[in-house]
Each structure stands twice: as C-alpha cells, then as structure tokens.
C-alpha cells in the first residue's frame, strides 16, 4: 500500500471521521434510530389484524424476506423484487414494481379482480419510483385497506441522499433515499388520509377513509430538506404507534 492510499485511508477511517461533528452526530441518531420500536412488521400486522377477516398482503421491494415478509401474518401473501440487492430473490413475482402493476392490469400475473387489504412498499427509494409506487398501490388497494411505507422520516439530508452507493457520508450504510418526497408529496392529496408512524426509520401510512390527522400547513413546493427537518410533525404528521392506534 503506498503512501498516498494511506493517507486516504487514514482520513476516511482512522482521522478525521472519529472527530468530525457531523459524522458524531449522525452516527449517534443511527443508533438511536436502531433501537426504536416497533418495527415496520410489527405495525403491518397490527394493522392488518385490525381487519378482523381473512386478508391479502403485498410487498413491493422484498430483498431477503427474512427482514420482514416471513414475519407478516397474513391469510394470503404476495411478494414482488426484481432481486437487484439480494441474489437468490425467493419472491412470487421477480419483476420491477412497474412491471408487476401493469401484469396484474393485463392478468398475466394475478387476476384483475384482486384487490389488497395492506400494500407495503419498500422498493427503489427514489420519490419518482415511489410516487409510481404510491399511485398503483392506491388503485389495488381495498377502499378499507391500507399502504405502508418503509424510510419516510430520514433523521438527517445524509439518509436522505439520492445516491445509495455513497457510503462514506456521515450517515454510512443506511439510506432512507427520498422516499420522504413521495411521501410528502402525497399528504397534500385530498382523497387520501396520511400519517408517519416515528419508528424504524418512519412508517408512513396511507388510507382512503379513515382520518389519520390533518395535511400539512407548512408548504414545501421544492421539497427541500430543511423544510422537512424544522417541521417534521406538520409535513409528515408524526405519530407515536400508540397515537396511531387510536385512530384506526
């Protein structure tokens, strides 16, 4: 290793990374964010259970179905990955979320009767892709169903990146992307419910006829990410599990 590469390594991983108030506090709501609960699956099957009948699950965006699609209680489960991030992809349908959408319109894939009780979306945490992804849950969607979303409350604008590669930001590994804008960008619909549950890196929740709380107040036309950060409570309507429960 010559002295150049050293030097690099040194200011990446031995230096100025271990002083640097950024990554210290960054790092710090990591591990914060780590110990939250409940998690994501936790919620999902309090909702569905809250059905009280037979339900239908989906999940878009699967990875290793050992983080959370094995743990949903569900009567029937359909799960939905290209399998870009987890190579063996065990899932029903090894397509984009896209794809899977526009084959259920057709029947190539499910008949286009079927309608779901809760749609988790976990995919390409891109706002345009989750906007798509949004949009077609809420076709499928049951009028008393529910879409769940997975990383809509990013502690810092490093989770929020749109690059995920980049993993020498303060933030490290974890990426919430921008699936916050999507999000967002949603709560200002009229024909839609939405809250943000304040746990596991924010579980959104979307529904068409029960009153989660109220759209946001604050404006945020260019989505930009201080907005978002001095007024998380109103752009997301941030609740506690135990404020959600009470309204569904």
């Not at 992809?89 to 794809?99: C, E, L």
């Not at 979306?121 to 989750?130: N, P, R, S, W």
């Not at 529910?146 to 690059?163: G, I, K, S």
Request: aromatic residues 12%.
């Amino acid at each position: 290793m010559n002295r150049i590469q050293k030097t690099i390594n040194y200011y990446n991983w031995g230096g100025r990374f271990l002083t640097d108030p950024y990554h210290l506090r960054v790092q710090k709501l990591n591990e914060q964010e780590g110990l939250k609960s409940p998690k994501r699956f936790d919620i999902i099957n309090y909702v569905l259970d809250s059905l009280k009948r037979p339900t239908t699950y989906l999940e878009i965006g699967v990875r290793n179905p050992n983080d959370n699609f094995n743990k949903i209680l569900a009567t029937t489960k359909y799960s939905v990955d290209p399998g870009i991030e987890f190579a063996e992809n065990p899932v029903d349908f090894k397509v984009t979320s896209d794809a899977f959408f526009d084959g259920v319109r057709n029947g190539t894939f499910l008949d286009v009767s079927v309608r779901f009780d809760v749609i988790f979306i976990d995919g390409l945490h891109l706002a345009e892709q989750v906007d798509r992804d949004i949009a077609n849950a809420l076709e499928f969607l049951k009028d008393d169903g529910f879409v769940v979303l997975h990383d809509c409350n990013p502690p810092t604008e490093w989770h929020a990146r749109e690059e995920h590669n980049y993993t020498i930001s303060p933030a490290g590994q974890q990426w919430n992307g921008t699936t916050w804008k999507g999000f967002l960008k949603l709560r200002y619909a009229e024909n839609v419910s939405s809250c943000c549950i304040d746990t596991d890196w924010g579980v959104g929740i979307i529904s068409k006829n029960k009153n989660l709380g109220s759209k946001p107040s604050v404006q945020n036309p260019f989505y930009e990410f201080k907005v978002l950060d001095n007024n998380r409570k109103d752009q997301l309507n941030l609740l506690t599990f135990e404020e959600f429960k009470d309204k569904i």
